[in-house]
């Protein structure tokens, strides 16, 4: 394998390497193991086991490595292996993960999105567009990845660099000519997409999030780690309607992108005007009139709201640069679904209930504006707050809930090691405060039951927080619980009761 900016240690920099990896639990004979310091645990703490494991080749950072050059050199020595000094092992780590797959980010038609809100949306919408015009695409993200049309669990939005090259490498050996990818501001502070040349880049918008702990030390810094996508795009798809837009629009021209933009505005090269909600095929949704280079007509998203017209508006510009047609573009958003993102639950009551991930004030408030705009009857919100997270958000989500709802029943999300019940009354300190009518069911299979019990035929049901997630997490255990199949079971008990 070919180093850069290396400096040899000991052994044979030429030595057969069997794979790349920064897990020494994955280590086997003839492995390369990148040393990474994490936040939680330094990858030069395992080196002894990564040799003991039989790696040929250690690959240890100048900055972070706790060992000298001669205690390094005594344990390659000692196991007959190479091992390298590099000056960044998270770069070096993509680097070497993009050679020893092969390059597959180059055999493919790679689409990445960053932003606050709606880079799950909108991957979901652009990989089904290609699929619908007999497209393969694979996708990288928050709910899952998919490769050759097998769904596997996603453990980050933005898996780490040697990861992301294997799902590449897999996807181009499935045939697939497109990835539809995710790319946090994690993903590319921390080096994981580095060496990535995306054909399409979109930029959606830009909230308040991620700041403090392991992630951002401020808005400045999660600001410009999402605008390093255009250093690595050719063609920037931007957002104009957000109040960073022109950050975007001038880093892209400064790093000589190609730029279409899109939104509400006249402005745009792609834009939206005259929404009106509707319903097509028995779904809810918005009809809109698409002014763009490539189609001007009339279109439907089969998901509710003005955020959903511009999440559309992001996938259908990237669909058109990969050469798709209208008629593809069309059957595709008059039918999506997004799991966990305002995800419908069909039954037979005459009511409308829906999976949301909204797990935060501004999420929640932007959810139940769309509903109450679309709804014929009450909007009835069913959401808890997880535990070991943020207390601010359970009285600011309390409220917000208690503002924008006609009934909310608060229960629990995602404990873990916290009281439910302490959860609980957190957010009912705060919707006591005002007029909106409640009450608390800690159980959230109970509480999902109960509200779809109540709930009138053109009511609305809103089940929020957890979204795609499959699982509800205890202090003392982690069960299976999917707000979707819960919701399913209990319309459909329901059902019977009533015959």
């Known amino acids: ?53 039989g790696a040929s080749v250690i690959v240890a950072d100048e900055d972070d490595c706790p060992y000298s050059d001669e205690e390094l050199k005594a344990l390659g ?25 092969g390059h597959p980010e180059k055999k493919l038609n790679m689409i990445g999105i960053t932003g606050t809100k709606g880079k799950t949306t909108i991957a979901f919408m652009i990989r089904d567009i290609l699929e619908t015009a007999g497209r393969k695409s694979g996708l990288i993200g ?30 181009a050996d499935a045939g697939e000519d497109s990835c539809v990818m ?70 892209a021209q400064k790093c000589g992108c190609q730029i279409i933009t899109y939104g509400l505005t006249d ?37 509710p709201g003005e955020f959903n017209v511009y999440n559309a508006l992001c996938a259908l510009t990237a669909a058109f640069l990969s050469g798709v047609d209208v008629k593809a573009v069309e059957e595709s958003l008059a039918r999506i679904e997004v799991p ?6 069909r039954n037979d009551l005459g009511i409308t209930i829906l999976v ?43 409220e917000v809930a208690g503002n924008k709802s006609d009934y909310t029943i608060v229960t629990s999300d995602n404990p873990r090691t916290e009281d439910p019940d302490v959860i609980i009354g957190h957010i009912v300190s705060a919707i006591e405060k005002t007029p909106g009518r409640f009450e608390t069911v800690t159980d959230r299979a109970e509480a999902i039951h109960k509200a779809i019990s109540i709930a009138k035929p053109g009511d609305i049901v809103l089940i929020a927080g957890k979204g795609h997630e499959d699982y509800q997490i205890f202090k003392d255990r982690t069960i299976h619980f999917d707000d979707a199949e819960v919701a399913a079971e209990a319309a459909a008990r329901i059902r019977e009761e009533r015959k």
């Open 1 to 53: 394998m070919n180093f850069e900016g290396f400096r040899v240690i000991t052994g044979n920099k030429d030595a057969e390497v069997t794979s790349v990896e920064f897990d020494s639990r994955k280590i086997k004979e003839g492995s390369l193991f990148v040393a990474v310091k994490g936040f939680t645990s330094d990858g030069h703490t395992f080196i002894k086991s990564a040799l003991e494991k």
């Open 77 to 101: 020595d000692a196991h007959n292996a190479c091992i390298l000094k590099v000056k960044d092992t998270r770069l070096q780590c993509a680097l070497l993960s993009s050679e020893f797959f």
């Open 142 to 171: 928050t709910v899952y990845d998919i490769v050759g049309g097998e769904k596997i669990h996603a453990a980050h939005t933005t898996p780490e660099a040697r990861d992301n090259y294997e799902l590449l490498s897999r996807m």
């Open 182 to 251: 995710e790319v946090s501001s994690q993903g590319l502070k921390l080096d994981r997409v580095y060496g990535i040349e995306y054909g399409i880049g979109c930029f959606t918008n830009f909230y308040e999030d991620h700041i403090g702990g392991n992630e951002h030390p401020d808005m400045q810094d999660y600001l410009n780690c999402k605008l390093k996508l255009w250093e690595q795009t050719k063609t920037a798809v931007i957002n104009m309607d957000t109040p960073v837009s022109g950050d975007f629009y001038v880093k």
């Open 267 to 303: 402005t745009c090269d792609v834009q939206a005007y005259d929404l009106e909600n509707g319903v097509k095929d028995g779904r809810a949704g918005t009809y809109f009139s698409l002014l763009s280079p490539w189609y001007n007509g009339r279109l439907f998203v089969a998901i």
């Open 340 to 345: 966990g993102r305002l995800q419908p639950v």
């Open 356 to 398: 949301d991930y909204a797990h935060n004030a501004a999420s929640l408030e932007n959810v139940l504006d769309t509903l109450k705009k679309a709804a014929d009857g009450d909007v009835i919100t069913v959401f808890g707050c997880g535990g070991d997270r943020s207390h601010t958000r359970r009285f600011e989500m309390g």
